[in-house]
């Protein structure tokens, strides 16, 4: 069914031709099936599901486990060279390891999606259409086109639709358009092609009728719609690495590469200087080169990588944030900006009364929101008062919308109207006064007029026309005004001075709308436009949809943390700049940047408008994305929230995109990689907080990691080049090393991962929402932290080699004599408590180890577990056996742990010297 024209520029008897509809009948049973049959269900492109092997392969695509993948093939080869008997127990316990992290991987993802679900599930939609000449009510994605919608107050739009009829009708397009404001609608022929704003003549999918009835053809269905438009952008738009995946790729390279050069250096220098005579001298060098690998190689840390970030997620979904990949919960820790939509996120999205302008002057009511909690602000004069409780009671009577009257309060109908409803509870006696209203005639509210009226019996008044709308073409059908309890003439030089006043009220953001009221003779059953005249003006009201109370509180916080916080919106740039300056989004009201101003500036030019700009209006969803880019390419890491279909293809864009699970569209769901649960924006700055701690405490078990796999490397390389100095030389077993792989396995295993995974939920380090956010390029691993890796390895490794010395004959510091068994042992449990007590080290890198000494209690349980799994891989047999260890004297034990103490102690020494320096 192609159109030469959009639908929007057709009559209804072309698009009745065109699309084959029948008006007055609707489409007929049989023909509604063969269309849905050829054009589809009424749905939106959904990517088909990921098989369950392509998600486990996706597990196993990281640098760390490709390293891991290496060193486990090296070791079977070794295994396989030297006999292959028994077990590889090297191979068995990489291939777990890489097993295991898979598994909790696919797990946390699995959780992540669920959850994801169940924000999004929802009853399906249906749709009121005119089939076979009777009313049927059918699920909306079996519309098609020609199908005659039948639309009214409360009613859901399930497809874009040309109107054929209307009367009064409004639908809410904020999805689309990002306007707060109802759009009034009607079928009247539309000759130029308009913005979607601005096609009064259609309805699209996605949109809700606030208020009035209408019928309409459908004209597009799925991804033709408008909607579709814009989730087929999607498509186009790449989504970026999280700074978190750019960093732990980039020390993976570090590491593959320190893994191979240190290798191969040693294995070379081992051929060239060694006498290889047989396979097996070969077999040890390649087993040493191994012990290598696995000592650089932190084989827990994509495990425990995914598991801190997987307690963030679990930790930031009890805090109503859905994060749907994990990486983003540190991202979002790092946002220099967040640009908010304003409409739902920022505001209520309700429209609530505030204030009443009389001739007696001004009063403002208190309360916001549907819920009818307030009350008359300050203590105006009786007068001020009844002139107040006249205009809200005109408003209430010219009106259409419901109010409920029991809590959570809700409304039926146009948000603005229900404002009036809401303000009569806030001024005594007012219910009552509507409640004795019996309506007799109605003129609808239109656009060309701007006006409604009602007629009917008042109990006190007697019959009377009442008129509501636009404040400047109200005072043209007004003859008086209404002053206390009397009605006076009203002359041009006050008529001037209202109409400055509107203005005023209008400046401030508000919605305007004046009240008039005119008493009658007899009951008007038959009212017309002409009636609307010789009017007695009551006054106006300044209606706005008021700000959330803890986004304020919220952007307040992000401020002092250094976060600037972007107001993006559809709205008046009026409206826009008041609702911003009401926030905190800008210190004073300033001026927005318009679309229009947008669509005018050049990529450079836009990116120097961004560094001043907080507000934005009249923003199409193409604005929405240049604004993200500008800012990216300005150096920020950007968290964009928004609930409309038009906020979709920014949020996919962001580095955050922050998506509402009560009000936002699915389409908007799936761009983002954080759902707010509840909507609130405050929930964004907790998750900014929870996203620093967990940046923090990333960098914590990474500067305990690296540092203790540093230490095992250099125990290694220097046992090895030092072998003649420390004994292991002259060691029964030929080319003896410090410690066996296995050994290393054990370190990197038990006592390296609890404490690492009980850092990943240490205690915050200080306030950290007081400090800015940190340098998108500045590495995670800078280089004051690397110098102290460094210094931290080579201490500990120094105090093993001693160690392992103090127990071999010939060595620089014999104290007894013993087996390399047994020197080995004391080494190893040395490298143990050394990283044990470095872990305590790690907590902080400038406040010393006994600050808050016994705050993380999973730390201890950590240790302590330790403690007890080294005890026994001393001391039972059969893991002596496994590990080649042996049984130690108290002495020994006493020995090690002293000797693994000096790693604290130097460490305190220096972080005692660095916060010296910074004073």
Known sequence: MAVDLHPSQCDAEEISRTFQADID??????????????????????????????????????????????????????????????????????????????????????KAEGAVAALSAMTAAT???????????????????????????????????????????????????????????????????????????????????????????????GMDTQMGAIADMLDSTERSASPLDKEIEKVSRMLGLLVIGIAVVVMGALFALSDVSNASDAIEILLLGVSLAVAAVPEGLPAILSLVLAMGVQSMAKRNAVMKDLHSVETLGAASVIASDKTGTLTRNEMTLRTVMTSSGTINLTGIGYAPDGHVEGSPDEQQIEEARLVIAGGAIANNAQLSDA????????????????????????????????????????SERKLMSVAGRDAVAGEVLVTKGAPDVLLSRCAKRRVGAHEVALDGDTR?????????????????????????????????????????????????DPPREEATEAIAQAHSAGIRTMMITGDHPRTAAKIGSDLGVVEHETGALTGDEIEALDHEQLRDAVRGVNVYARVAPEHKLRIIDALQ???????????GVNDAPALKSADIGVAMGITGTEVTKEAGKMILADDNYATIISAVRQGREIYDNIRKF?????????????????????????????????LAVPLLATQILWVNLVTDSGPALAMGVDPADGDLMARPPRDPSSPIIDRDMWWRIIFIGSIMGAVTLLSIDMF????????????????????????????????????????????????????????????????????????????????????????????????????????????????
């Open 127 to 221: 749709s009121t259409v005119l089939r076979d000449g009777r009313l049927a009510t059918i699920p909306s994605d079996q519309l098609v086109p020609g199908d005659l919608l039948v639309l009214s107050e409360g009613d859901s739009v399930g497809a874009d639709a040309r109107l054929v009829e209307s009367t009064n009708l409004r639908v809410q397009e904020s999805s689309l358009t990002g306007e707060s404001e109802a759009a009034e609608k009607d079928p009247a022929t539309i000759t130029d092609l308009v913005g979607v704003g601005d096609r009064r003549n259609m309805v699209h999918k996605g949109t809700a009728v606030v208020h009035g009835v209408g019928r309409a053809v459908v004209t597009a269905t």
């Open 25 to 110: 009948h609707g489409l007929e049973g049989g023909d509604a099936l063969a269309r849905l049959e050829r054009y589809g269900p009424n749905q939106l492109r959904q990517k088909p599901p990921v098989p369950l092997w392509r998600r486990i392969l996706r597990q196993f695509q990281d640098p760390l486990v490709y390293l891991l993948l290496v060193a486990m093939a090296i070791s079977v080869l070794a295994w396989f060279i030297e006999g292959a008997s028994g077990v590889p127990v090297d191979a068995i316990v990489i291939a777990a390891i890489v097993i295991a992290n898979a598994m909790i991987g696919l797990a946390q993802e699995n």
């Open 407 to 446: 809590a959570p309060w809700t409304i039926e109908g146009d948000p603005t109207e229900a404002a009036f409803l809401v303000a009569q509870h806030k001024i005594d006696g007012i219910a009552a006064r509507t409640g004795q209203f019996e309506r007799h005639a109605e003129v609808p509210f239109s």
């Open 808 to 919: 071999l004959p010939g060595g620089l510091l014999t104290l007894h004599a013993e087996n390399l068994d047994v020197a080995r042992t004391v080494g190893f449990t040395t490298l143990v408590f050394a990283q044990l007590f470095n872990a305590l080290n790690s907590r902080s890198a400038t406040h010393s180890a006994f600050r808050n000494f016994g705050a993380n209690h999973w730390l201890w349980a950590a240790i302590a577990l330790a403690v007890v799994l080294q005890i026994a891989v001393v001391h039972l047999p059969f893991m002596q056996l496994a590990f080649g260890t042996a049984a130690l004297h108290w002495k020994q034990w006493a020995v090690a742990v002293a000797m693994a103490s000096v790693v604290l102690w130097a460490e305190e020494l220096a972080k005692l010297a660095r916060r010296g320096l910074s004073r």
């Open 633 to 643: 390419d300005d150096g920020h890491i950007v968290a964009m929230t928004g609930d």
């Open 702 to 734: 990474l500067r305990f990691l690296l540092s203790s796999n540093m230490g095992e490397v250099i125990t290694v390389f220097l046992g090895v080049v030092l072998a003649g100095v420390i004994g292991l030389s002259g060691s029964a077993e030929g």
């Open 496 to 544: 001037a001075e209202l109409l400055d006043a509107v203005e005023r009220l209008s400046g401030e953001g508000y919605r305007t709308l004046g009240v008039a009221y005119r008493l009658l003779d007899a009951p008007a059953d038959n009212l017309t436009e002409d009636d609307e005249s010789d009017l007695v003006f009551a006054g106006v009201v300044g209606i706005i």
